[in-house]
């Protein structure tokens, strides 16, 4: 299932960024989490870390 940001409620904290063991998360030029679906393995440690859970998996 598809890992999806929410871009209005994330923070830019960067804690999905550091927890993500495929590094297929990046701050975008806003400052907002952004998923690279193409490296992504959908393994959900983003979302359980996101402290605002602008993370979800679809």
């Known amino acids: 299932m ?3 940001v ?3 409620l994330c923070l830019g904290c ?3 960024v ?10 975008d ?4 989490a952004e ?10 440690a983003c979302v359980d870390t996101c402290p605002v859970q602008a ?3 679809e």
Not at 29 to 32: L, P, T, W
Request: aromatic share 0%; with cysteine.
């Open 2 to 4: 598809p890992i999806v």
């Open 18 to 27: 550091s927890v993500c063991p495929v590094g297929a998360l990046e701050l």
């Open 35 to 44: 998923n690279n679906p193409d490296v992504c393995v959908e393994c959900g």
């Open 6 to 8: 929410n871009k209005d």
């Open 55 to 57: 993370i979800s998996q």
């Open 14 to 16: 960067g804690a999905c």
């Open 29 to 32: 030029a806003d400052g907002h």
